[in-house]
């Protein structure tokens, strides 16, 4: 059975180290979990974790290592890459993201923002014979 979600540990706020072996790992800051899933569209995602981290929405970068490679962060900046964050992490249940920007979220800024609402399909289908039940 496909997964159907990832669970993203998004950590801000710490600093990269280059261990002895030419690894690096992520010291301190704070970190969030957030779920994912196929449908997850990159824009939504990044204006989440621009309010979860407190970071300006423009500014805002996220980035991984593929599984067994602390060696290459790889960045996250479309749909495509988020796809491939999560095809990247197969069976796993988590996978680290670093999320890095400016300091200052302005909540006043996307107040209007439009959001994407995932129904299951069934829901889908439902909401479809009523529209064409009763509309047409």
Known sequence: MPR????LICQSGGEFVT???G?????????HALDINIETVFDDLKLKLAEMCN???ESLSMKYFIPGNKRTLITVSSDKD??????FHGNSITADVFVMGRE????EDYMHTSRYIFLPFSCLMSLRAWIIDFHF
């Open 4 to 7: 159907e979600k990832l669970i």
């Open 19 to 21: 261990n002895d072996d």
């Open 23 to 31: 690894s690096l790992s992520y010291n301190g800051g704070e970190a």
């Open 55 to 57: 970071l300006e929405y």
């Open 82 to 87: 988020l796809k491939r964050v999560f095809d």
């Open 104 to 107: 200052g979220f302005k909540h």
